[in-house]
């Protein structure tokens, strides 16, 4: 069974920073685009940022340009979502995504809460 594995979600000041990880099984890492959504209560999940298999694509939702980063180490099966100088507005739960259309992959993680105070 897929999992993806993820944390570091918490709670912070305005201002803050926060990395989250999400681990996944070798098998599907290797092939996917991984991607971190969130989604904020009485609102529709939305894209924060997604990387390709290889790294060489990274796509940032204009909300987060400049503040978040998303990195990936496929040694060790693991992308991360370093977020930066965090907004009341970001709080949210956040989910990990992996995709591959060509491998009919699609699988998300169980979410973790990140909660910014102002």
């Known amino acids: 069974q897929v999992q993806l594995v993820e944390s570091g979600g918490g709670l912070v000041q305005a201002g803050g920073s926060l990395r989250l990880s999400c681990a996944a099984s070798q098998r599907i890492f290797s092939i996917s685009t991984m991607g971190w959504y969130r989604q904020a209560p009485g609102k529709q999940r939305e894209l924060v940022a997604a990387?390709?298999?290889?790294?060489?694509?990274?796509n940032y939702a204009d909300f987060v340009k400049g503040r978040f980063t998303i990195s990936r180490d496929n040694a060790k099966n693991t992308v991360f979502l370093q977020m930066n100088s965090l907004e009341p507005e970001d709080t949210a739960v956040y989910y990990c995504?992996?995709?591959?259309?060509?491998?009919?992959?699609?699988?998300w993680g169980q979410g973790t809460q990140v909660t910014v105070s102002s």
């Open positions: 990387i390709s298999s290889g790294g060489g694509s990274i």
């Open positions: 995504n992996a995709q591959s259309k060509a491998w009919g992959v699609d699988y």
